[in-house]
């Protein structure tokens, strides 16, 4: 029983452990786990980050039909285009701010404006006019917020050997799309409580199934934040999973070693990053649509299209966690 247990421990659907005398070695095993529990926190970042974009896609069009009659399908758009916006106005800046203070820094700090987002889109309601620009506010910087995405990804790029990295970044992008799949059903839950709801007056706060959604997210948020500043350090390992000299460690250690960057394949990074720019493309044409598509198509009511279209996206996240738990099963097979 107790080999069954170590042996299920390797399994890297969560991170790698030490195989061989060789890694044992190379890494102490404090080292090791402060390593991983860091590296699962940052799985948990993506997750919410990911939770806090498709919870409210949905119910976009919906409240914001509710909250200003003035606002048309051309201005959705601009909604919609505010988060990918301020993501990309972020990214760089968290990413050198990372590079050149502890990581927890910018991870902080963007959770922290995402939190604000969620709490000023539970309020776009209050103002007498304009409510729709509150909304495309709102969406800008939670936006902004999940900058830190490329935080999180270099982190568990460069805290990771060669062997753990393809596991790694293939966890990292399952719980994204997890965060995608619970989005629409957290959305889809909320559904059954109504566009009414109640009204919490000391605060005049609405509580329904437009906001409900967002209370959580920055509930989430908060709670990310304390996770981040009570487990995550910073680690840095070379591709043989030996300690590496980084200006992001908190503590200096006599064990770590500076080891010489290699050549970076150019072609392949721009590559990637096309493919990923297509593949985001494609999904936000289809967020942006689905919404009053449907309802104009098959004359679903606001809470038929939150309830309807959360199942659908739903399937289709499924979908994708089969896809990425495929690659990492074939990347394990074909790296052998």
């Known amino acids: ?34 390593r991983w529990r860091s590296i699962r926190i ?10 806090g974009f498709s919870i409210v896609i949905l119910s976009i069009w919906p409240y914001l039909q509710k909250i200003d009659q003035t606002a048309d399908t051309r201005f959705l758009g601009w909604v919609i285009a505010s988060y990918s916006l301020g993501q990309m106005v972020a990214s760089p800046i968290f990413g050198l701010w990372s590079n050149y203070r502890p990581r927890k820094e910018p991870l902080v700090v963007s959770i922290f404006i995402s939190v604000a987002a969620n709490c000023l889109y539970a309020y776009v309601h209050i103002p007498a006019s304009h409510n729709k620009y509150y909304m495309l506010v709102a969406r800008g910087l939670l936006g902004i917020g999940a900058g830190n995405v490329a935080v999180v990804r270099s982190y568990t ?9 393809t596991s790694s970044m293939a966890n990292i992008s399952m719980c994204q799309a997890l965060g995608f799949i619970l989005g629409p059903v957290f959305q889809t839950c909320f559904a059954f409580i109504g566009e009414k709801g109640v009204t919490w007056d000391v605060i005049k706060l609405r509580i329904n199934m437009y906001t409900t959604p967002v209370l959580l997210s920055a509930f989430l948020g908060i709670l990310n934040i304390i996770l981040i500043l009570a487990i995550l ?34 072609v392949a990074v721009v590559a990637i990053n096309v493919l990923f720019f297509v593949a985001l493309f494609i999904f936000a044409v289809f967020e942006t649509i689905i919404a009053p598509l449907t309802m104009d198509m098959y004359a679903w009511t606001q809470e038929q299209a939150v309830l309807y279209n959360g199942i659908i996206l739903a399937a289709l996240g499924v979908e994708a966690v089969v896809i990425f738990v495929g690659v990492k099963l074939l990347s394990k097979k074909f790296a052998q």
């Not at 890494?27 to 090791?32: A, L």
């Not at 790029?157 to 990295?165: D, I, K, V, W």
């Not at 030996?242 to 064990?255: G, L, M, P, V, Y």
Request: with cysteine; charged share 35%; hydrophobic share 30%.
């Open 1 to 34: 029983m107790a080999d069954l247990r170590i042996e299920g421990e390797r399994e890297p659907l969560l991170g790698d452990t030490p195989g061989n005398r060789e890694w044992d070695i190379l890494e102490t095993e404090e080292h090791y786990k402060s």
């Open 233 to 266: 350090r910073e680690h840095r390992v070379d591709d043989s999973g030996r300690q590496c000299k980084n200006i992001n460690f908190e503590e200096a250690s006599t064990d770590e070693i500076e080891v010489p960057q290699g050549n970076i394949d150019q």
């Open 157 to 165: 790029a460069g805290a990771t050997s060669l062997q753990e990295r």
């Open 42 to 51: 940052l799985y948990l970042t993506m997750f919410l980050s990911s939770v």
